[in-house]
Nanobody
């Protein structure tokens, strides 16, 4: 699975951004796609994940109610809509894929559970 993240940029606090993660390569039926972020000097943090078909989603506590993950199966793309952005959301955002997942279980939140990673896209939120 190849992953290509895009959509990052510089925004003021309170504004919105939408990240995209385009997937290509082999198709897996039991696939979970996730977003993680890593701020300078910090560990990689779980942001959100969605199961193939969109039936199951999960969010990190710090983004619940502000971020929404969604998928477009036809375009093989996953989106992360980020609203009410805060300076503490500043980070490099990565998309990742877990293959062979159990789609009905709570989705994985640890980076080590994901098998494939895209390059990051920088999000900077100014105060």
């Amino acid at each position: 699975v190849q992953l290509q993240a895009s959509g990052g940029g510089l925004v003021q606090a309170g504004n919105s951004l939408r990240l995209s993660c385009a997937t290509s390569g082999r198709t897996f039926s039991r696939l979970v796609l996730g977003w993680f972020r890593q701020a300078s000097g910090s560990e990689r943090e779980f942001v959100a994940a969605i199961s193939r078909g969109g039936g199951n989603t999960q969010y990190g506590d710090s983004v619940k109610g502000r971020f929404t993950i969604s998928g477009d199966n036809d375009k093989k793309t996953v989106y992360l809509q980020m609203n009410r952005l805060r300076p503490e959301d500043t980070a490099v955002y990565y998309c990742a894929a877990e293959v062979g997942a159990i789609l009905t279980s709570p989705l994985k939140v640890y980076a080590t559970d994901y098998d494939y990673w895209g390059q990051g896209t920088q999000v900077t939120v100014s105060s």
